[in-house]
């Protein structure tokens, strides 16, 4: 058979079959797509994690994420070795719907990335990458939860996050809005659950007429009747 090249990027020679893509792609690209919840069982090169480890992660250009509580927007730059940036930009709803936009880019120059950083609102600020990535995975568990479309430009840009796996989610799947930490009841969640999906039906959710939930955790409403 002839060696196509890969369809992912184009570059290298596809020599794998990938299950998912129904496509040949090359190793490096291989490593970077693949997903454990995404990938079919099938596919004969998940189980390699070494080649993962190869593939590494490149060194960070830029996190940041908007400041107000409830709708996240996250910026994940890394400089790659050409000097060229690659960058992932995901809207998390914490409250509501979870992950719900994804959007970057494999390769933008400093000078485009920097214009359109620019052009971002105030509310952006420096942000911690392990925060980042535990506001996003939890946001792919909320709308995998409630069995929402994933936007698939997630599966293309999700590797720039760096690893997801050692990323722990835990607790109820919703947090408290007011700290952000403290667990919500089973019941709260539930609530949260059914208003969201009363709301996407009603096509209102993220606008002015959506339902508005503000749930807290216990020691925040403690403190809150305290005062
Ligand atoms: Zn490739
Ligand atoms: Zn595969
Ligand atoms: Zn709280």
């Not at 079919?40 to 998940?46: A, F, G, M, V």
């Not at 339902?211 to 403690?222: A, F, P």
Request: proline residues 3%; aromatic residues 6%; hydrophobic residues 35%.
């Amino acid at each position: 058979m002839k060696a196509n090249k890969c369809v992912i990027c184009n570059v290298r020679k596809g020599k794998r079959f990938c299950v998912k893509e129904n496509e040949f792609i090359c190793s490096r690209c291989c490593g970077l797509i693949r997903d454990p919840q995404l990938c079919p069982n099938d596919c004969p090169y998940l189980s390699s994690l070494t080649e993962k480890e190869e593939v590494g992660e490149l060194p960070l250009y830029k996190v940041l994420m908007t400041t107000p509580k409830g709708s996240r927007s996250i910026v994940i730059a890394r400089e790659k070795e050409n000097g060229n940036l690659q960058f992932i930009s995901v809207l998390v709803d914490e409250w509501k719907m979870g992950l719900k936009d994804c959007f970057g880019s494999h390769d933008i120059s400093k000078k485009e990335f920097n214009k359109l950083v620019a052009r971002l609102p105030s509310s952006y600020a420096d942000a911690d990458l392990n925060e980042c990535k535990e506001i996003i995975k939890r946001g792919i568990l909320i709308a995998e939860t409630l069995d929402l479309r994933i936007p698939r430009e997630l599966r293309e840009f999700k590797h720039i996050l760096g690893d997801l796996d050692k990323v722990e989610v835990t607790g109820s799947l919703y947090k408290c809005f007011e700290c952000g930490k403290g667990d919500l009841s089973e019941d709260v969640v539930e609530q949260i659950k059914e208003v969201t999906l009363q709301d996407i039906a009603a096509g209102v959710c993220g606008s002015e007429g959506e339902t508005m939930l503000y749930s807290v955790c216990d020691k925040c409403r403690e403190e809150e009747e305290e005062e």
